[in-house]
């Protein structure tokens, strides 16, 4: 069975610019979480979905939104973009939202 | 601001050395789960740990719940290269949300 995908792999942007980043769960999986992973430290929580619904989010502003689908695929969207958004972005689906969770390879966003 | 602290930050041994990585909170987890990070790739599940006191083990990986579901040891015995990584552990809070230690980056030398 096909893992957690995530698209695009690797993004540069420039300061003030949007992002949108993408993640497809295992199949059967109805949760989808997301987090950020800056350089040196672990990965930070920033949203976490289940069944189309919006379940947590952590301590990050108003420029970071997300959504989940009806297919439970998700959209991770950074608004005006700063310096230090700069990370790897990394999707993680489970099950339910007590399962252990799964992890895609992440996106590595830039931004110059 | 990482709930959990992981210790040593890095660690540097020699083929067929044990080592011991630290994971400490202030907070109760529901459970705990370990993870290994290869560069460029996302954590790979190792264990989880649900109850006080449980120790698991993943052939040469030990793992162990402190009994206030509070701390939590990861020992490798006879490390080899393939063990090469960054570790990473985090808590399941009662909310379902994960939280990470910063990680301890683990090198093993032929």
């Known amino acids: 069975d096909a893992g957690v995908t995530q698209s695009p792999t690797h993004l540069i942007k420039t300061r003030g610019q949007h992002v949108t980043l993408r993640c497809s769960p295992i199949s059967g999986h109805k949760s989808v979480s997301w987090y950020q992973q800056v350089l040196g430290q672990g990965p930070q929580f920033i949203f976490q979905y289940y069944e189309k619904e919006e379940r947590g989010r952590g301590n990050f502003p108003d420029r970071f939104s997300a959504r989940q689908f009806p297919n439970y695929s998700s959209e991770l969207n950074v608004n005006a973009l700063l310096l230090g958004d700069s990370a790897l972005y990394l999707c993680?689906?489970?099950?339910?939202?007590?399962?252990?969770?799964?992890f895609g390879p992440g996106t590595r966003l830039t931004v110059l | 601001t990482q709930l959990l602290e992981q210790s040593p930050q890095f660690l540097s041994i020699q083929e067929g050395e044990n080592l011991t990585v630290y994971c400490n909170s202030s907070s109760v987890f529901s459970s705990l789960q370990w993870y290994r990070q290869e560069p460029g790739e996302g954590p790979v599940l190792l264990v989880t740990?649900?109850?006080?006191?449980e120790v698991k083990k993943l052939k040469r990986l030990t793992f162990q719940f402190g009994d206030a579901r509070k701390d939590s040891s990861l020992h490798i015995t006879a490390a080899q290269p393939g063990d090469t990584g960054l570790y990473l552990c985090?808590?399941?809070?009662?909310?379902?949300?994960?939280?990470f230690g910063a990680g301890t980056t683990v090198t093993v030398r032929a």
């Open positions: 985090a808590g399941l809070n009662y909310d379902y949300k994960l939280s």
């Open positions: 993680a689906s489970s099950p339910h939202l007590r399962d252990e969770q799964f």
């Open positions: 740990v649900v109850t006080g006191g």
